[in-house]
């Protein structure tokens, strides 16, 4: 059986999105890029909501740009290899391939996809991570931590949960950057 693993950029305060401005720096750094490229390069299939695909779908065209380095491309390459399930009620079509549109979370639905996947999964943004963690689905949650406190936003964490985690890995980076790897006990 494969993995879900919930994995985001959150800042030092715990927001994966903040209410203004970005989540500081780190994820950008090459070192990083590379290690995130190398760790997700085995997913087998991405859950997006609306949002969080309309930001990932820039990889379908990635390669294209003039003078990206070979990390960049890599990301590009391995992200274009990978299914895409976009779950939202607005969008009409999507815009890159392997990619299909889902109306509503099944939870039902993405614990058979993992029953049957080869490859380990992805759910990305918050609002759909959200879902996924109360119905008890994520088995991995990857925080990639900024050094910046943002005060606001959208919590990695939704609220009203409780998970007692085991942490399984750790790494900092030279842009102070840190990597956290848990997993549902």
Known sequence: MAKLIYSMITSLDGYAEA???DLGTGADDQEVHTFINDLFRPVGTYLYGRR???TMVYWETAHTEPDQPPHILQYARD????????????????SSAKTRIERTFDPDAV?????EADHDLTVDGPNLAAQAIAAGLVD?????ITTSVVGGGKRFFPDGVRLDLELVEERAFDSGLIYARYRTR
């Open 111 to 115: 614990r058979k996809l993992k029953a």
């Open 19 to 21: 209410a203004e401005g």
């Open 140 to 144: 991995e949650f990857h925080l990639f």
């Open 52 to 54: 969080m695909y309309e």
């Open 79 to 94: 992200w274009q290899a990978a299914e895409k399930i976009v779950y939202s009620t607005t969008l009409e079509s999507v």
